[in-house]
């Protein structure tokens, strides 16, 4: 037990100056190519911006629906089965069959290989549920449709919100699914999120539709009210161009009119659709809608041929930049809220940081003093054990380059508290070994022997903490179990061999020496 | 050596009566929650002017119709916090506040710090919290009836609700606000207030082996003290550690080095007079050790 290897003394020694030298890489720029890894300092360390958002799917399932109402009609027209009334009610479609095509129908819903009802052979399911209520038919989305539909406009939203965010030209963020119906938004260093808010905020849907006065008109009209709020006007519901036609937008200062615009420029079936019906359009309104309000409906005098033309609205610099932006990266395809928003700015970031490093440095200091004055000698080997275990923490943290958070830096802080605690179990228990035992080595021996199963279970439980914290946790306080649970190993491994190789140098030079604590 | 156990008896009637304070604090005047679990929004601020304060601030706030506001100094005479529940969850409230704060006291304030948790996300917080505390406190109960006979797991685990719910009856008591660093320093409390049982019944188990004429009265007595150094210094390390926390670590970590320096006192105070009474009044004897010894090794 005493004994140490000459090769075991260098592997101890060399792993510790190891871990000291990745932690102080921390401190010290060493070149990059030989070694790039940082300890990440969290949202709340370095200031920045934590959005969680929130996809409302209602509309993207009353769309999916209504256009489901026109592919059930067209496929049972084609096969010559009669369904009529169907209407969609909260989230359901209701139809009528005869009692003769009643069992057809059912088939058609049923069968695996439908091309209307597609069957997911994984999850044993369509993606539509049918309920036999008589002659009314109920057909709404089975649990996996939902889940389908729900992942794909995930998918999509975050696409959309990656390219707005990008757009904007902040360092590093980090977008992130979570669940099957948010994303996490992480903006490092972004002092004022007002802007990625509200940019986030819009679904950027754009159209371009006629302004009629045509009660009659074969897609429907609506009433849309213009960005200001005051003015109202009759738009069709035929959609000429959409945001998905748009190759490109730029804001642009108009030389005439010193305006500010979003000039565009569009796709060529934009451009074909847009050309026809400037030249069937001349003298009409051109509504330009954005997410439900008329930007502006300026009448259409030429033919636009070229397949680029510019929106005007009375935009500042800044709106037109924003639009275009909007514009450039698509429209979302459902709207999205911020539920959660953690911000904080760079000077309290560094204010904690400051605050952390003082609070760490006293408590040391304290506890290195605390047990120098209690122990002496044994006090300095659990003084410099508890150095070594403190940058090793810090070395396993760079080395995974963890994030470091506020109660990141706590939970450091009362690993030196709780650190010691293995290597007083220890030396106590060798106190006790000596009252009976006159031999240090063996009281040595019992010392480490007898304490073992009380470090263990002390340190097991901690760890199992730790452990529920990180899997239940969430940013700030996650960074807190990850430097709690990695101080447990770290410091498991300098007590047993960093502290044990001091101590049993220390008692081996000191054999018979009568009183060795 | 130090009678401990001459106190038992008082000291378990001093923990029953804390313990149904706790819970009637718990039950009657209920927790402090704040934005995480309650939902609405926090603004830390910092005013360079001295015309900003907490009564300006407060009239300021009030007339902008956000429900009860509360303001508050925040560790210094320039820092504030200020919350409210944002009960619309109106979206551009931030940029609101900030153009009508502009108005009156101009470019001399600053918003260090903003939080806003929607009503949806602060239940599914506090659920998550609770789960969290639940599952801790199973999991030790599981570790801790594995590794001793039952006597010993009741001990730990009535030790360990006394700690977690003391604690949470003097954060009520206060009122001080519980938010998500408070639940870590709940779930670490009941890792320190394990480990620190574990210790001494480690060695209540090892003494039950060796004496078979002692009582367990003077048993545990004998194991707290023989533990009794050990214990003194590891509570002391650890306390010097987070009342750094607590003086030097800044605002934020205030109250979660307070629970946690609660948690640790309690801790070490109910490892010696709660878990070890559990032990007595049971009658824990050397069979109860042996007993269990026999079955592992016919297992």
């Known amino acids: ?69 026109t592919t059930i009609r067209n496929y049972f027209k084609e ?22 095509d009643k069992q057809s129908v059912l088939d058609v819903f049923q069968d695996e290989n439908s091309d209307l009802n597609p069957y997911y052979p994984r999850f044993k399911s369509h993606q539509l549920e049918i309920e036999d209520t008589g002659l009314n038919l109920k057909v709404n989305f089975s649990r996996q449709g939902l ?44 002092d004022d999120p007002m802007r990625i808010k509200s940019l986030l ?8 539709r006629f302004v009629t006065n045509d009660e009659n008109d074969r897609f429907g009209v609506e009433k849309l009210k213009f960005e200001n709020g005051l003015e109202e006007a009759t738009v069709s519901k035929r959609i000429i161009i959409s945001g998905e036609n748009l190759l490109d937008a730029q804001p642009k200062m108009d030389t005439q009119t010193n305006q500010t615009i979003v000039s565009f420029s569009l796709d060529r079936v934009g451009a074909k659709r847009f050309g026809k019906a400037t030249s069937t359009g001349i003298g009409k309104q051109l509504a330009i809608v954005l997410d439900g309000k008329i930007i502006s409906a300026p009448v259409v005098r030429d033919t636009i041929a070229s397949g ?12 037109a930049t924003d639009l275009a932006l909007l514009l450039r990266s698509g429209a979302l395809p459902a709207p999205l809220e911020i539920i959660e928003e953690r911000t904080v700015g760079p000077d309290l970031g560094q204010d904690s940081i400051n605050a952390g490093m003082i609070a760490l440095a006293i408590g040391f200091m304290l506890v290195i003093i605390f047990m120098f004055v209690k122990y002496k000698i044994f006090g300095l080997i659990t003084n410099v054990t508890l150095i070594v275990n403190l940058f090793i923490l810090l070395g396993v943290l760079t080395l995974f380059e963890a994030t470091l958070t506020l ?111 | 050596m130090i009678a401990f156990n001459k106190y038992y008896n008082h000291f378990n009637l001093l923990s029953s009566v804390l313990i149904v304070v706790s819970l009637l604090l718990l039950i009657f005047k209920g927790l402090n929650f704040g934005i995480d679990f309650k939902g609405g929004t926090l603004i830390e601020l910092r005013a360079s002017d001295s015309k900003i304060n907490v009564s300006s601030l407060r009239d300021r706030f009030n007339q902008m119709d956000l429900g009860d506001v509360s303001v508050k100094k925040f560790g210094n005479d320039t820092d504030f916090l200020v919350k409210f529940e944002n009960k619309d969850n109106k979206k551009n409230i931030i940029e609101e506040i900030k153009a009508n704060l502009d108005k009156s006291f101009g470019n001399n304030y600053d918003f260090r710090r903003v939080e806003n948790v ?83 019944f480690d060695r209540v188990r090892e003494n039950l082996r060796k004496y078979s004429d002692i009582k367990i009265f003077e048993l545990t007595n004998i194991s707290i ?15 010097l550690a987070l009342l750094a926390i607590y003086f030097f670590g800044g605002e934020i970590l205030k109250g979660f080095s307070l629970a946690m320096i609660l948690g640790v006192v309690f801790g070490t105070y109910s490892s010696i007079y709660i878990a070890n009474t559990v032990l007595v009044r049971l009658r824990v004897s050397q069979k109860t050790v042996l007993r269990e010894d026999d079955q592992n090794k016919l297992n």
């Open chain 1, 79 to 100: 096969k010559n089965i009669k369904i009529n009334n169907i209407k969609i009610d909260n989230q359901n479609i209701f139809f009528n069959v005869t009692d003769n």
């Open chain 1, 1 to 69: 037990m005493l004994y140490f290897s000459k090769l075991r003394i260098l592997f101890i020694t060399l792993f510790s100056v190891l871990f000291i030298l990745i932690a102080s890489s921390n401190l010290f720029k060493f070149d990059d190519n030989f070694f790039d890894k940082k300890i990440n300092l969290g949202l709340d360390l370095q200031g920045g911006s934590y959005l969680l958002l929130e996809i409302d799917n209602e509309p993207v399932i009353e769309q999916k629906l209504q256009n489901l109402t």
């Open chain 1, 308 to 319: 680029s033309g510019q929106i005007s609205g009375g935009f500042t610099f800044q709106t």
């Open chain 2, 118 to 200: 929607g009503p949806k996300v602060s239940a599914e917080l506090l659920k998550s919290g609770v789960i969290a505390i639940s599952l801790s406190l199973a999991l030790m109960l599981i570790y801790i009836w594995i590794r001793f006979e039952w006597q010993f797991s009741l001990g730990a685990i009535l030790a360990l609700f006394h700690d977690v719910i003391v604690t949470l009856g003097v954060f009520s008591l206060f009122s001080l606000e519980i938010n998500l660093s408070i639940i870590a320093a709940v779930l670490t409390i009941v890792g320190y207030s394990m480990n620190d049982t574990v210790v001494i």
């Open chain 2, 225 to 239: 003290n023989e533990t009794l150094s050990r214990t003194i210094i590891t509570s002391a390390t650890t306390l």
């Open chain 1, 201 to 208: 905020g819009k679904t950027a849907n754009l159209t371009f």
């Open chain 1, 407 to 517: 109660p990141g830096i706590a939970g450091i802080i009362l690993t030196v508290g709780m650190a010691v605690d293995a290597n007083v179990l220890i030396f106590e228990r060798i106190k006790e070994e000596l009252k009976d035992e006159t031999n240090n080595i063996l009281a040595f021996d019992g010392g480490y022997t007898k304490s073992r199963t009380a470090i263990l279970d002390a340190n097991i439980t901690t760890l199992l903490a730790a452990i529920i914290l990180f899997f239940m946790g969430s940013g700030p306080v996650k960074g807190f179990a990850v430097t709690l649970g990695v101080g447990i190993f770290t410091t498991l491994f300098s007590v047993y061999f960093i502290a044990r190789l001091f101590t049993s140098i220390y008692v081996s030079r000191n054999k018979n020496k009568e009183k060795l604590i």
């Open chain 1, 147 to 190: 889940i389908k539909l729900k992942n794909s406009s995930q998918d999509q939203a975050i696409e959309i919100v990656r390219r707005r965010v990008d757009e904007v030209g902040t360092n590093e963020p980090n977008i992130l699914k979570r669940g099957n119906n948010r994303i996490l938004v992480e903006l490092p260093g972004l």
